[in-house]
């Protein structure tokens, strides 16, 4: 992702690089969002099979809580590229690449949610493992 | 640190706008770990998948697509 010059203009090449106070708030707001998706995965491990009788009551929820999952966290990825491109922070190339790793991501979003519907339980753990896959691309774009 | 009102302005519209859908995405986390049943969790997985739909669109279409 590259940094915009600031209003002093163009930065001087080798010159240490000084964020704007606009590019620290960005990196701090994509930062956070990056944390949600972190929690996306927490929480997918979560629902895992239950160890006592009690927890086999929501044995049924499970789809449910992994579909909901894989959908949020497209969803904080989704948010974090918006919120960079809103910033001015991509780069022609860098929206380019977006376009397309969002393309992908929702695609394997698209399969998650037919496997779900299919309620084929093989199909739907690999097709959220994928999605899960492709969020993370989609979000490396503005991690780090 | 460089920074005027204009960035400043903006980059208050950015955190109000991304606070509150990051509040969404937060309160559906929640849901997930939540004592929600069946049917509350299908109609908030219906919910989500809409809104997935409309953010790919939008950012798709902001992204020049």
């Known amino acids: ?5 600031n209003s002093q203009g163009a930065r001087e090449p080798g010159s240490r690089v000084h964020l704007t106070f606009k590019e620290i708030i960005m990196k701090k707001i994509i930062l956070a969002l990056a944390g949600a998706l972190a929690l996306a995965g927490c929480n997918l ?37 918006r919120t960079a491109n809103r910033a001015g922070l991509l ?15 929702f695609a394997a979003v698209g399969k998650a949610r ?31 | 640190m460089n920074f005027n009102l204009d960035t400043i302005l903006k980059a208050i519209e950015l955190v109000g706008e991304t606070s509150a859908a990051a509040k969404q995405i937060f309160e559906g986390f929640i849901a997930v ?20 739909d409309v953010d790919h669109a939008t950012l798709q279409d902001e992204l020049g697509g």
């Open chain 1, 1 to 5: 992702m590259a940094r915009p010059p």
């Open chain 1, 45 to 81: 491990a979560a629902v895992q099979i239950p160890t006592s009788p009690a927890a086999v009551a929501d044995r049924t929820t499970l789809d449910e809580r992994a579909g909901l999952s894989v959908e949020l966290a497209y969803q904080a990825a989704n948010l974090a590229i």
């Open chain 1, 91 to 105: 780069t022609p190339a860098a929206k380019a690449k977006a376009r397309t790793l969002d393309d992908t991501a």
């Open chain 1, 114 to 144: 037919a496997a779900y519907d299919a309620g084929n339980a093989s199909s739907f753990k690999e097709a959220d493992a994928a999605a899960r896959s492709a969020v993370a691309d989609l979000l490396s774009l503005v991690k780090g």
């Open chain 2, 33 to 52: 770990t939540g004592g929600e049943t069946q049917e509350e969790l299908k109609a908030r997985y219906a919910e989500a998948r809409a809104k997935s």
